[in-house]
């Protein structure tokens, strides 16, 4: 109890939520909360090295857990104070989603075309319902570190799908466009 209090009185802001993150600098010099997610984990680095995911693949895995939050995937840790269904009815029916969330498990299901099966399943574990590649491992029956392995090369095929790619590939400069001529000034209104 006294730890908690410490460490909230040594933080300056937002002293309640700042107790549960464990914050850490990227290579990049974006701050991180490791406790967040097992991907920013991997983001970051340790002792000053770069991270085990490159931005791509992070890109790419934060993209698929924005689609399994828009399809409604995570379970319900609350209860739900919507008008309650009549008899006959099911709870998670086809008819109770919105559209959107419609077309986010119409993308989930594509990506599990576009990968290989075991990657798949640790991408959308990993990256959608945010379990700890310990947990994945334990439930497969895969040795240690193969988890991290697969997650890798899964976020690897993702991102090629998505069109990211480890490094920014274009024209140095963008072409500038203009709508008036070359000296023309804007009219007043009048």
């Not at 029956?141 to 090629?160: C, E």
């Amino acid at each position: 109890m006294t730890g908690a209090w410490l460490r909230r009185a040594q933080l300056d802001r937002d002293a309640f939520a700042g107790q549960h993150r464990i914050v850490a600098r990227a290579a990049d010099g974006a701050e991180l909360n490791l406790a967040e997610s097992p991907l920013a984990r991997l983001a970051a680095g340790i002792g000053g090295e770069a991270g085990y995911l490159e931005r791509h693949q992070i890109e790419a895995g934060e993209r698929v857990r924005r689609l399994v939050e828009r399809a409604r995937l995570q379970p319900r840790l609350t209860m739900a104070y919507s008008a309650a269904h009549s008899v006959g009815t099911a709870g998670n029916a086809a008819g109770d989603i919105s559209d959107l969330a419609a077309d986010a498990r119409r993308s989930l299901a594509d990506l599990h075309r576009v990968l290989p099966r075991d990657c798949a399943g640790v991408v959308l574990d990993v990256c959608g319902l945010l379990k700890g590649l310990q947990d994945v491992e334990r439930e497969r029956g895969w040795p240690r570190r193969s988890a991290k392995l697969v997650l890798r090369i899964g976020l690897d095929h993702l991102a090629r799908h998505y069109g990211y790619a480890p490094s920014a590939i274009g024209p140095e400069t963008g072409r500038q466009r203009r709508w008036m001529e070359e000296g023309a000034r804007p009219e007043q209104f009048g």
